[in-house]
């Protein structure tokens, strides 16, 4: 069974970058039936759509983070990362990876499969 | 700038019936968003309910439904229950490959 697994510091200095990797175990990263995103929940607020990745690099992201966010992915390693940069106190929060089918492929799209979460605090 | 909107709160009784929406701040949300609908507990990752409106992921009790109410996306929970007492976040796809979601809504059964 497929499991996606978040990893990567838990604490992060203000202006500096927050940087998360996302391992998928059980299944492979490169899979032409989906994308893989990254969605993020401040502590007692709301979830919020970072950005997603295809296994051909192919990117999208929120466009109010595009300027300081970089998705990549890494088929060799069955991983894709998350780069933030120039964080503040605000970028405080639970980050998720998760799975997305494509349209084209499936004929749906949705966040089917999510990993545990991995809290990042930015502080001093 | 498009926003999705949902009820912050909503309280039913148990055994009633809650309808949870999901709408656009400006425009009408259709099957063309591609709606779902996620439950979360406290400390806990999303858990998928609904995808595509009203087709309910693998293991989610029939109670809970998906639909298009007017100009928004719709969560019913019939017969509710304590342990649907949850936070209900709805997410809809936009052009070019731009997801949105909602606030999401507390769920209170009492």
């Known amino acids: 069974q497929l499991q996606l697994q978040e990893s990567g510091p838990g604490l992060v200095k203000p202006s500096e970058t927050l940087s998360l990797t996302c391992t998928v175990s059980?299944?492979?990263?490169?899979?032409?039936?989906?994308?893989w995103g990254w969605i993020r929940q401040p502590p007692g607020k709301g979830l919020e759509w970072i950005g997603s990745?295809?296994?051909?690099?192919?990117?999208y992201y929120n466009p109010s983070l595009k300027s300081r966010v970089t998705i990549s992915v890494d088929t060799s390693k069955n991983q894709f990362s998350l780069k933030l940069s120039s964080v503040t106190a605000a970028d405080t929060a639970a980050y998720y990876c998760?799975?997305?089918?494509?349209?084209?492929?499936?004929?749906?799209?949705?966040?089917?499969?999510w990993g545990r979460g991995a809290l990042v605090t930015v502080s001093s | 700038q498009t926003v999705v909107t949902q009820e912050p709160s909503f309280s039913v009784s148990p055994g009633g019936t809650a309808t949870l929406t999901c709408g656009l701040s400006?425009?009408?949300?259709?099957?063309?968003?591609?709606p779902s609908w996620y439950q979360q507990t406290p400390g806990q990752a999303p858990r998928t309910l609904i995808y595509?409106?009203?087709t309910r992921s693998s293991g989610v009790p029939d109670r809970f439904s998906g639909s298009i109410l007017g100009n928004k996306a719709a969560l019913t929970i019939t017969g509710a229950q304590a342990d649907d007492e949850s936070d209900y976040y709805c997410?809809?796809?936009?052009?070019?490959?731009?997801?949105?979601f909602g606030g999401g809504t507390k769920l209170t059964v009492l």
């Open positions: 595509s409106t009203n």
């Open positions: 400006s425009g009408s949300v259709s099957t063309s968003h591609y």
């Open positions: 997410v809809l796809y936009t052009a070019r490959g731009i997801w949105m």
């Open positions: 998760a799975r997305k089918p494509r349209i084209a492929v499936t004929g749906t799209t949705y966040f089917d499969l």
């Open positions: 990745i295809y296994y051909s690099g192919t990117t």
């Open positions: 059980g299944g492979s990263i490169n899979n032409s039936s989906y994308y």
